[in-house]
């Protein structure tokens, strides 16, 4: 404010009196007149200048409707009726979370390959696995009426 020449400093002071600055020009304002006293001597010469201004003026009153919109501004918004678990934020939250952990069960975990049927010479020929997808077993049929054959492929297993 030591810098501002003495016209801009008498328009802030106005502007402070009749209180059209913004929000936060008048806090910094009101923090310079706390600290310079010619400025806080400007503030209180506009206010005796000003004061006979606001006494020829009638008061009008406030509409109703606007004092509505004031109440509802202020007042925090009431839950609409009917809301109720569907407007619950927490049941959401877990109602996602839940989905994500099952989509993620349902990618990691994969149902095993069903067996593969290879006709040979009009019979059959199966390859049984262990549990770590190596062949295991060798079945075969040559055709519907013959016997099955297994053999085993891994004997260490």
Known sequence: MIHLTPELRDALAAEYVLGTQTRLVRQ????????????AELVAWWHTELAPLSEMIEPVPTPPWIWRRIENI???????????????????????????AL????????????PVEVPV????????????????????????????KAQALDLAA
């Open 121 to 148: 010479e009009g019979g059959v020929v199966l390859v049984l696995t262990d549990d770590a997808s190596k062949p295991a077993f060798l079945v075969s049929r040559q055709s519907t009426d013959a016997p099955l």
């Open 28 to 39: 910094r304002l009101t923090r310079l007149i706390e600290e310079d006293a010619e400025l």
């Open 103 to 114: 989509a993620l069960i349902l990618v990691l975990i994969q149902p095993p390959a069903p």
């Open 74 to 100: 202020l007042q925090p918004a009431e839950e609409e009726p009917g809301g109720g678990w569907w407007s619950n934020l927490m049941v959401w939250r877990w109602s996602t979370g839940l989905a994500a």
